[in-house]
């Protein structure tokens, strides 16, 4: 949940955030242009049809109950009066009315909306289904009247809503958490318009509180100007000395024009020359938002703002002009200051950095390790908030780095890409030393101090259960134990077993409560204020009691009458000496346990236990283990290693402590393997024959073999090593491109290049991760040959395993989303439909919220857009050469 008291803790931090409004001016308007517009302007009557029940995060898969009713845009407010839902009296609802008085400008108009339903019994529920029965769901119909004689566009803004219809444009993804990253640009026909809101009442992002209302807003701006840039989109690093501390800079933009958008280039205006600071051309489709990366190094002497121009070409027209400006933020070398970066994915973060002091005693060429910040839910790591969680500890002799995860809410809760946005933060440390010629303490790379709360605290989590050889302390204060212990997955629609466990399957690499063997050995501070009521301290305290029974006993400070958070959370008494403990070395533990074992999720960001990586699962159907008993065989050191579900495993020499293996033996093999330095880069493969056999060359690393980035579920896609490659395969495809460019934008900070069909291949050859959106038969054929899924002109069909063809006959309504294998570790994302309704279902799968558990491929039809995953006619997941697993569901 959001963390702090407040439950809107974002909307409190974020009016902090201390950016003072930059400038923009656009050379292309006049000032007359904006009388020429009617107004625009939300009616204060809505009507309302609800409460119905939603599981945690399940509205990403439709579960819609009115879509049982031929959907909410065939629904007329008023006209049917009875609907059926579970959670009201009678087990019906129906239409009502309510008044939301909006606020309008010349050029804006917003309204908020704020609903309960007083006839529930939410108490009751709450007593018998907890937290779950806090969330519901309904629509919204209301109507906003364009005042114009012609067509006006207009931006939306959709605050706390995760799908809508404007007239017949349909929108999924929104503005589930406020970011207002990537508004909507849509357009208006004079006279009234009608708006359908879906509410999604979700106890993560508004809390646990009764009784439950749901609050979203909406603001429609007319769009005035062909492109614009949002000031609050910059990430600028800080001024040291007169210089940027790190080269990168970003700023968003925005096509709101009818046509595709060239951005040129972007120069600085500096006193007596400019410079130019991007220009690689990037294209922008009707209404898609990118964010364009500038490049500062060269760049001196600033003072309080720093002024830029940006060129660009509509269309068939010129080029034109943009002027913007961002204010700088001066400081020095040794304060806590903000560093820019460029994640795996190409586009700018950002991190707070703090230096080491160098005041006492630090000799110049020791190094001292970091102390690595998780934060939690709703909270901006360049706020005051993150800014000040370690004023108390300003001797810690550590390099303190505050990640963003590049949302306030860590993107996907610091698990795919907001880890990915940690390594590249991490990796960013020693560039700073060189760049700001730092002469004070370096930086201890092997190893990391994890801490974080909340949100974070489940970071800290993951990270020490993904990563136990490259902790050297975990502190996890107010953590939860998993998405699914946080807020409960009843309400759910009912499904059978096998699909219920494909999605939990799907999301087993997040459940820290199945992963404390992986813990046992790494340094661990627990701490939870005993009044918390956002994270109850049920979580500490379970994986506490877990812990122990996994072999590893764990400090817990439960602080009496405290609650979620305070001032001081990350710096009380008991979390700085646990800090100077890992730091001075003297919480470490020095050897390799007698015997241990590695639980192994179906992850790439699993790392190595004791020096053991497991590169390949057998079947990505359930978890691995491996068991190792340590011993010495004429004085040799030996490992008894057994497997469960391991196919392929390696060990990373390097980085261990004295006692690692000179040789294993594998399962009941009665020979053991030389695994010295001379056998590096050799790994281990259990053969279908169930014997092991070492391979020395790396040669299995080709495109019929699953390893690397694409390990994992569905989820996977988003571990792109570029922008996301959009493919459109018809042009009445482009908004639903422009769409999933939009989330992957508001959700993950993320950059998307939009491509048609016609450059397919060319986006295949680009570095990032492709998606591949079209109907019929326009999909193309796989890069792998023997891919599995193939769509035909009557029939998807679907080849298991063991080489039988499964046909599912086309129907209207049906869609399908599945993961198909590039070159290089790279992932395709072919989202498919039979038709428009079945593409844009298949599309709500291509992630944004977490928890929602899509596996490697899904099959949807007609019903799955009320029945959600329960009525979905075939899913499941790739094993290590690309074929359907054996407990896939399949008719
Ligand atoms: C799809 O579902 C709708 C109800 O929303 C129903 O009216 C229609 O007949 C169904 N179509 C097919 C092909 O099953
Ligand atoms: C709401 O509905 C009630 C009952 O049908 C009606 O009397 C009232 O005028 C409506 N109010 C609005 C604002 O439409
Ligand atoms: C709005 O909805 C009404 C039916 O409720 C329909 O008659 C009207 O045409 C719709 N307006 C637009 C602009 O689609
Ligand atoms: C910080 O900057 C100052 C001024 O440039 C410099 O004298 C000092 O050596 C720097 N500190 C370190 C630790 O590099
Ligand atoms: C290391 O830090 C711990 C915790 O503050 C302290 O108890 C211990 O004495 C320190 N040890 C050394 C060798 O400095
Ligand atoms: C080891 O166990 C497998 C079954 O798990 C069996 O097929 C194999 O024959 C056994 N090998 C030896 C050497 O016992
Ligand atoms: C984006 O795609 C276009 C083709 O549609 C291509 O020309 C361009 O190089 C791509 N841009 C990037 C940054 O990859």
Known sequence: MRHGHCWNLLLCVT???????????????????????????????????????VGTREAVWGADPIEFHGGIQSLISNEEPLYHSPLTRGANVHWSNRTFIPIDTKTSTSVELVVDFPEVDWQFAQNVYGWSALQFQGWLKGRIWNADTGVQKVVLYPDNILE?????????????????????????????????????????????????????SLRADLALVPIDISPQSLV????????????????????????WIEVRQVSAVLAEHSVVVASDAIRLGPGQSRPVKVSLGSIEGMQEAIHFELQYSLAASGSSQVAFSAPLHHTTNSSLQKITFLHPSGVVSYAMLRPPPTTHGAAKDSVVPVLLMLHGAGVEADGSLARHMFDAAHALPAWILTPSGMTPWS??????????????????????????AWAGPGVMAEKVLVAGHSNGGQGTWFFATHQPDRVLGAAAASGYSSIENYVP?????????????????????????????????????????????????????????????????????????????????????AMLDFYLGCLNGSSSVSSIPAQFSFVVPNSHELGSKYGIVIDQLTTPDRMGRVTVTTSMHDSIPRWHVTTENIRRLHFETATQLGDT??????????????????????????????????????????????????????????RSAGPFEIVYCSEKDLPLAIQTSRNFLQYFGADSNISHRSRYEDALKREGNVITLGTGASIPPPYLPSFPIQIGAEWLSLKTKDSNTVSIPLTPGMGGIWLRPLPEQRLELVVWGYDEVGLRQAARLIPTLTGAGQPDFVVLNNETRWKGHSAAPAMGFFDYEWRISPASFLP
């Open 164 to 216: 809508l219809w404007v007239n017949e444009h349909h929108v999924f993804g929104g503005d589930f958490y406020g970011f207002q990253r990537a508004p909507v640009v849509v357009d208006l026909p004079p006279g009234l318009n009608n708006i359908s809101v879906r509410l999604i009442r979700d106890v993560r992002s508004m809390g646990g509180t009764l009784p439950p209302v749901v609050r979203a």
């Open 411 to 436: 993107s996907d809760d610091w698990h795919i890409w907001g880890f990915a946005d940690v390594e590249a933060a991490l990796l960013t440390v020693p560039k700073w030393i060189q760049d700001a």
């Open 489 to 573: 997955y009843a309400f759910w629609d009912e499904a059978d077993p096998l699909r219920t466990g494909i999605l939990q399957t799907a999301r087993s690499s997040f459940r820290h409560e199945l992963l404390t063997d992986n813990l046992v050995g790494v340094p661990i501070f627990q701490q939870h204020g005993s009044e918390d009521d956002n994270v109850p301290a049920y979580h500490s305290r379970l994986l506490n009691t877990l812990l122990a029974e996994a072999g590893q006993l764990v400090d817990y400070s439960e602080t009496p009458g405290r609650g979620h958070w305070f001032t001081g959370t990350m710096t009380t008494p």
């Open 15 to 53: 009016l902090h955030l201390g950016y003072v409004a930059a400038g923009i001016s656009q050379g292309v308007l006049s000032a007359d242009d904006t009388l020429h517009h009617g107004p625009i302007a939300f009616l204060s009557s809505w009507d309302v049809l609800g409460p119905f029940r």
């Open 661 to 718: 293996p000179w040789e294993v033996v594998l399962g009941n093999m009665s020979d053991s393997f030389d695994v010295g330095v001379a056998t590096k880069g050799s790994s281990f493969v259990k053969l279908e024959t169930n014997v092991w056999a070492q391979e020395i060359a790396p040669e299995w690393t080709n495109i019929g073999q699953r390893y690397g980035r694409q390990r994992g579920s569905l989820d996977s896609i988003v």
């Open 236 to 259: 600028m690093p800080d001024v040291v000395g007169g210089r940027f501390c790190s080269p990168l800079g970003s700023i968003t933009v925005r096509n709101q024009a009818d046509s």
